[in-house]
């Protein structure tokens, strides 16, 4: 808890009729002498009944911090402000013994006044309180509530605000009004300098990142950079956290595999790609006898090739290089999945699929990008390749009907065998939420002759912010 | 590296030595039909032998 200390006012107004009361007040003689910026002579005298003044401008307007909770406020009698004596409320020396006055304080917020403030009520030789204690009547001279050799609170409470509201922007019209209500006789009575007001609040603790309101900021650590010195008046001293890995399936290059080039034969799915989820080949992926697509093509599986097919004038010399789909002959590097057209097979259908993805579950965030990026070959000298078709599906076989058709490649940039492969990226966003197995189906026909040798690598399931 | 005339006969792909012209293997071997357009169908290029494996690339 924090407080203000004691804090004269700086301003004073006759009271009028502002207490609502019925009564209208005069201003106390020498008003300004309360005032913590004056010097010399304390006393303000009521000259007339009745007499009252507010005394304001205790508070500057920051004071008490906005952001502060305030706990209560005090009206306390100090030291008068220019160091000469103590402050107190009472008659002077030269009241007579049968003279007597009545005081009240309040305390006002800027725009009310409180109800007439408790005295404490302790017996005091020559003060009397009345009203519940809110009325104080000092009787015969040098009787001083507080004052003289004891200061401190006369009226308020460090836990409240005796009724009133607190506007933190109001803080410097606080203050505290006096009256003398009732006389006998001429007391020499009244205020002595070095009253103000005290107030207690407490400050917030610092706002913690994680407890914002409205929690508005979720991706502190996902800051471009991964290195987060200073944000806002905020700094830190150390790293933010790794981003988030985004989902990458594996790179299927197919230079695992086993190389069968006849075309009466199929690519033989082996590990890594016979792992779960496993890739499938040929009839064994399709619904049915036929996938269907446009006509009823045999169905047959792809070959999977190792540097140049078999036939001249069509194919890859080897397989796909990232990043621009270089062929290569290199080990590592030289095989490639594709339509062995050789012996009539350019009539066929050639299909196969992949392994299970479900990219809800497989994503990091499935607001981010998610695409299907290959490579494709597509040269043929006698200008008959075929065409390639890239479908999606849920069910482990499929075929035209059922499947979504997700891209189709029906010309070709290559040619020459040595052409680079052209990338292909088809994205997959429709399907990212989609709390499901999806397969991607590879199907390509329509070839015109031995020279439609269409060759697809570098398959991979990206993730992408 | 050496110069081939890369040739499809019924027994598959052959190669022949491109400045002699006399047998050097067969490459690959698939049984085509004699009627099918690809056979009789040739390329030059260059068949290479790592001692592991072997490859040929075709001229373009």
Known sequence: MADTGIVGPLSEIELGTALGDGLDYDSFGFATRVLRTTGGSSAAIPLSIPSGNLYFNCFNSNNIPSSATILGVEIVAGVDFDGSGNSSIGNFGSTGSTESITFRMYLFNGTSYSSPLAFDGVARTGITYSDSNTSATFLGPNIRYLGLNTLGTLFGSSTGLSGLSWDPTAQASWGFAITATAAVNTPVSGIIRGIGLKAYYSESDPVKLLNLPGTSITEVDKVPGNTIAKWGVINFTAAAPPTPTLYESLLYSYENQATQENASSNWVVSTPMSDSPAWVNGTSAVNGTYWGLTSNKTVKGWNLGQDSTTSSGTGPTGGATLPDGTPSTSTGEEKYMYTESSSGRNAYCFVCRTGAYNFSTLMTSTSNNLNLEFFVHGYSSSDEMGDLFTYIATATTSNNASATLLDSQTSFSQTGNSSNYTKITVSLNSYRTVNSDHYIYFVSQNGGGFRSDLAVDLVQIKETS | ?60
């Open chain 2, 1 to 60: 590296m050496i110069r081939v005339k890369y040739i499809c006969e019924v027994n598959g792909y052959n190669m022949y030595y491109s400045e002699s012209g006399d047998f050097f293997k067969t490459y690959f071997s698939e049984s085509f039909d004699s009627k099918d357009p690809e056979v009789g169908t040739y390329s030059y290029g260059d068949y290479m032998y790592t001692g592991s494996r072997e490859w040929y690339v075709a001229d373009e």
